[in-house]
Each structure stands twice: as C-alpha cells, then as structure tokens.
C-alpha cells in the first residue's frame, strides 16, 4: 500500500495529491522538498500519517521501523537498527536500589544518556536520572531556640524553624571535589515504572502505557506534547523536548527500539524504560552495570532466583510514595 | 578577509588531528581507581569496547560485558543456595605487578633469612610503603589483623584461608569470605557487589571481585570512613535556562 509512494520518482504525484491535504500534510510535502540531515526533512510521508503503535497490526509495525530505521541511518550517518522486540512470558521486570551504598557519583545518570540518546549541550541537557543530595540531620544545640515567632510569625518549635518557601528537599547540583561527602546521603530517582502509572490515565492519546512485561513506553511518533503525564507524575521522572535534541552523530547510539532509545523529536515527551533495547534482549539496564557500588540491582520479579526477588526476599524493602497507590516496580533498600 | 583567518584554522586543525594521532590510547578505570584499568578500542563497527567519562575517567557503558573474562569456577561453598547461571570474573593476576616475583625472588618460603611467619604486626622497613605506609597501623581490620592473615606465610603468591591453604589471587572472595560471611553471602546471591551482563538468573554474568571494588590494604579511607574510597562525582545538571547558580538548594537555615 505504502511501497509506491515511498520510491522518490513518484514524489510529484505525491506533491500533486497532497496539496489539498491537511496541514500535517503540508509539513510533510515541505520536509520533502528540501534535502538535508533535518530529521523533520528526512521523515517520509508515511511517518506522518502512521497510527498508535500499539494498534498497528505486525506489518504495520515492521514498516514503521524499517522506515525510521532509513531516516536514522542517514541523518546519523550509521547502520541504525530499530528493534521491536515485544514482551517475553513471564517476565515482569523490576528494579532494586540500595539506598545505603549509593555515593552520588552521577555515573548512572551519565550512562543513561550514553545509551538511551537524548539530548545533550548547554541549550538542552536531558538526563531521566536525578540523584538527590540529602542532608542526614538539621538538628543542633545551637538550633534549640529558632522557631519561637519573629515578629508575626507562627511558632513552629526548637529546631523545625524554616522559613516559608525553604525547602530541605535535598541537592541537584552538589558539585564536591569528591563523593560521598561526609554527613550526606544519597537518593537517585528516575520512572519507578508503576503498575498502575497516573501518567498512563492523563495520556489523552494513548501514546503512553504500560507493556506486558512491565516498563511504561511512550510511542514518541504518537505524542501530541500535551504534558498531562509530566504533570501527573509524582516522581517527576518524566522530561520534554522543549527544542530540537542535540544528538552528536559520533555519540548516538545505534542500538536502538522504538519504544526505547530511538532518537526523539522536538515536542515529545521521553522517559526511562529499564533500557527496553538492552532488557528485552536480556541484558541488564545501563546505569545497573554502571554503579561502581553495586547499588543497582533488576531483574524478573516472577523468577523467586532473581537478584531483585531475593532482595525482596531477605531486604527492608520500601516504594517512593507508596502512598499514592501507584505500584511502583522500583524498589528501595538498604543491608 | 577570509583568507587570513581560514590558513590558521587549517593548521589548528591539522596539528589537532596529528596530536590525537599520537596521543595515549584511552585508559579508563572499570571500579577502583588505580586498580582496574582498561584501554579503549574498538571490538566492531561503531562499537568500543568501553566509553568513558570524559570528566572522570570512569567507564560509563560496556560494549562487551564479557571482554577479557575468564570463567570464575565453582564456588567452595558446594550447597549454598546461590544464582548460579554462568559466572564469569576478570582475573585480578593481570593487575599485580609485584606478583610474579614475590613468590620466587623475595618470599620464597626460607628466604629472606628469619622467614617471618608471625602474625603479630611489626614495622616493615622500606618495604611495601606504597601499599602501607605505616605498616603497624594497617588501616583495615583496626588493629586486628596483619599481612599474614591475608596472605599465605610460605607461599606469597598465594591468599591463604582459614586452614592455611593456599587461595588464588583471582579468587579474593574466598579470602575476604573468610572473615565477612555475612557479605559474602549477599555477594553469592548478588546482591552485594555487582554483575555485569544478562539479569535473567540462568544468564551469563561477569562478577565483579571484592579487590575490584575495595581495596583491601586500606578499608577505613575517605571522609564517610566506610570501607569504599571516595570518587570524583560527575557533572552537575545544567542548570535550567535563565538560573545563574543553584543557591537556592543550598540555602542553611
């Protein structure tokens, strides 16, 4: 159905029957009439007018990856491959952190962006990972007598005295000489890849949901930008391509799935998802193998063997905001 | 106007790609600095071996998990419920200059005359200072233990384990297991220490050794004093667009 329009000599008869078409029809008959390594020049027809992933039937599927698979490889000027390999029986991958050895050193954040391509540069640096500084304590002598009012002020007690709008939430940009520093801790956090994930309820597209086993993907093809997830999320693990991504040729990674890592465009959202290109081909996520204290561990939580089972097994396990009902499959702990 | 600034732009560049031609090949540290050196290269097409940090020269991302593995072997503990799967380690033989001399040139087990073979710490004059300064205030085990509790009386190329028997260099976890069971049993169950690899329990995995991550001649550095040396952090996020400084996480009370 596609074949023939896609040879460049029937690009005018394309051009002819397209011209009283849609506005993102327009956009598409402008890319194609310019040549360059502009992913929106490069996008063939047919990547404009694909439906939701999910819905599409194999062939769909297998035709939209090969198309994209053209448009990368020359825009990065490399063999990309665009996997889709589904979900495997019995597998419901999860995820355990141990919160005690976690040092702060940012390793897991940089492998992220090492393998899953997002943006980088001053102009706009994606990373799914944060990793929170916080202090161990606030409490001193010295301390005993802040919180009786100030002038109109509401006695809040000893040593709880904060000024309104003061957050002791912890640090982003803590930038030492060396980590861990003393009297510190350490909190990364990236998606918890929830089982019953909010953002998936607010996607009013659809483009965003839960795969069988497990991880919650985004069909970037299918995002509208509209940013409900983002907001719905409580983990603010979610991040927007407010421009265009800065994706060096040289470091993009052509190992890519189209629920995954593939290169994303300007207005979509994007998110950890347990490195699906690496974890459905069974090896383990980067920022696991990256943590030079061993802190990350993932694996199947259907499997009583895994490295994360066990860890449920045996460890003081706890959910970040487990409160809110939304099942995550990232685990904290600590020995 | 051109021209002018266009001349020296090319020699720039030109000098730029001869001093990248001779320039090191890229060596970067797997776990403990100093102790687990690898050098870049490429293994296929767009594929390096490693990446690495360019700010702290860690590597960052494995092209090959299993590159220069051997397999671990069974672990002496026959029963113990581990995952098992297909374990593989990279030898630590490779990272000890010292190793292949130590066992014939200087402790070959008579010589040096006196052979000592007591544990009782004493002062180690001139020898050994670059792996412990000062040899009576070994810093691990806080005074509770010596060389020789570590490493074989007559035979020193060779760890020893509680029997006396003799344990390779390449199999540190059965020394250190000795001691920190505990840990050591949350190391066989992957849960301490890391692997590298495929996570599926029946998976091939690369085990990292206790060695590649503490290094057992200092446990108690650092500020934290906590058995694991401190690193360099990597780069802060930028910060968002228009935010001169990230004061305002910084703020004391």
Known sequence: MEAPVEKPNSRRSFLKSAGSLSISSL??????????????????????????????????KALARARLERRYSREYGKKVVVDGTPAQEGVLMGYALNIKKCIGCRRCAKACVEENNQSRGKDQEIEWIRVLKMEKGEFSQEKMNQGYPEGLGIQVGGNAYTPVGDVLEGEHYYQPDAVPEKDAAYMPIACMQCEKPPCVKVCPVRTTYREADGPVVIDYNWCIGCRMCMSAC????????WSDPNLPKEAMNPVTHYLGNRPRMKGVVEKCTFCIQRSRQGRYPACVEVCPTGARKFGNLLDPNSEVSRIIARKNVFRLKAELNTFPKFFYFMD | MKKPAFLPAVLLLWFVSL????????KCFESRKGASEVTQRMIGEDLPNVKCSPKTG?????????????????????????????????PRSDK???????????????????FPTSKDARELVMMHQAIVLDSTKLPHGRGNIWCLDCHH???????????????????????????????????????HGKRIGEWASTGTKRWFVCTECHNPHNVQHGDRNRGFAQHQPEKAPTLPKGMKTADHERQKH
């Open chain 1, 27 to 60: 956009l598409g008959t402008a890319a194609l009439m310019t040549m360059s390594d502009d992913a929106r020049a490069n996008m063939e027809w047919a990547e404009w007018f694909q439906g939701n992933y999910r819905l599409m039937s194999e062939e769909e």
């Open chain 2, 96 to 114: 000890l200059g010292l190793l292949p001399l130590c066992g014939n040139s200087c402790h070959t087990g008579s010589l040096p005359k006196g």
């Open chain 2, 153 to 191: 009386s007559t035979q020193r190329n060779k760890l020893v384990d509680h029997r006396d028997k003799p344990i390779s260099f390449d199999q540190p976890q059965q020394l250190c297991g000795k001691c920190h069971g505990e840990v050591y049993r949350d190391w066989r169950e992957g849960i």
């Open chain 1, 234 to 241: 409580p983990y603010w693990a979610r991040r927007f391509n």
């Open chain 2, 58 to 90: 860690a590597v960052l991302w494995w092209g090959n998990p299993f590159d220069g593995t051997v397999p671990m072997g069974d672990m002496p503990i026959q029963d113990a419920d581990y995952t098992r799967g297909k374990a593989v380690v990279k």
């Open chain 2, 19 to 26: 001093a990248n031609a001779w320039a090191e090949p890229v």
